[in-house]
C-alpha cells in the first residue's frame, strides 16, 4: 500500500509554544490530506481536511486559528499548533489520498508541559 | 451527518476462537474501509470494499460489504494473539469524507 511519513513522531513541549506536524505522502500524489485527533482508546476524531493549494475546511468546534493546517504541495501537509496547552495533548495523525482508500500516517504523540 | 455504529466495542476472546465484527449505518456509502490500528502507531488499511454484496478474503480474515452499501461485517477465523488490537471500519460518503465507527478493541489471549 501507499506510504504517508509524519514526523516527528513525538514530541514534548512547554506550554505556550508552537509545534508543527509535517505529513508527507511518499510514493503518490495526495490531492487531499486529513488531519486527526485521537484521544486514548477512542476512534478518529476529524479536525480538517486540506486540498492542495486551497484553505483547510475545519470541523465543527476545531479552532482554525489554533490548528493551522497548510498543504503546500500534493505531498506535504503540515499542523501546527499554536500556544499549546496541556489539553492540546493529545495523538495527532495525518491521512492522505489520490482517490481511495486513504492512507494514515504512523502518528504524532504531543506532550503539553 | 453520516454515522457508523460499530460494535462491539470490546471483545476478549481465547486463541482459536472465532469473531465478527459489525458495522450499521442507515446511510449508503459509495466505499468502506476496514483498518487495524496499534497503541501508538497510525491505522493500517485492510481492505477497501465497493461494490454491494462484495466478499473479500485476506487469509483468515473475511470482509463483507452489506448488499445496499449501508453495513459491513468483518470475520476472523481461529483467532491468534497477533490478531489482537483495535479496528475500524470507515465508509466513505459525500465530498469523499470518510465516517469511522467507534472501533472495536480485540484481545486474543494465549
Known amino acids: 500500500g501507499a506510504v504517508v511519513s509524519q514526523h516527528p513522531s513525538w514530541v514534548i513541549c512547554k506550554s505556550g509554544t508552537s509545534v508543527k506536524i509535517e505529513c508527507r505522502s511518499l510514493d503518490f500524489q495526495a490531492t487531499t490530506m486529513f488531519w486527526y485527533r485521537q484521544f486514548p482508546k477512542q476512534s478518529l476524531m476529524l479536525m480538517a481536511t486540506s486540498n492542495e493549494g486551497s484553505k483547510a475546511t475545519y470541523e465543527q468546534g476545531v479552532e482554525k486559528d489554533k490548528f493551522l493546517i497548510n498543504h503546500a504541495s500534493l505531498t506535504l501537509s503540515t499542523l501546527t499548533v499554536t500556544s499549546a496547552h496541556p489539553e492540546d495533548s493529545s495523538f495527532y495523525i495525518c491521512?492522505?489520498?489520490?482517490?481511495?482508500?486513504?492512507?494514515f500516517g504512523p502518528g504524532t504523540r504531543l506532550l503539553v508541559l | 451527518t453520516q454515522l457508523l455504529e460499530q460494535s462491539p466495542q470490546f471483545l476478549s476472546i481465547q486463541e482459536g476462537e472465532n469473531l465478527t465484527v459489525y458495522c450499521n449505518s442507515s446511510s449508503v456509502f459509495s466505499s468502506l474501509q476496514w483498518y487495524r490500528q496499534e497503541p501508538g502507531e497510525g491505522p493500517v488499511l485492510l481492505v477497501t470494499v465497493v461494490t454491494g454484496g462484495e466478499v473479500k478474503k485476506l487469509k483468515r480474515l473475511t470482509f463483507q460489504f452489506g448488499d445496499a452499501r449501508k453495513d459491513s461485517s468483518l470475520h476472523i477465523t481461529a483467532a491468534q494473539p497477533g490478531d489482537t488490537g483495535l479496528y475500524l471500519c470507515?465508509?466513505?460518503?459525500?465530498?469523499?469524507?470518510?465516517?469511522f465507527g467507534g472501533g472495536t478493541r480485540l484481545m486474543v489471549k494465549p
Open positions: 491521512s492522505a489520498r489520490e482517490s481511495i482508500p486513504q492512507y
Open positions: 470507515a465508509g466513505e460518503g459525500a465530498g469523499n469524507m470518510l465516517t
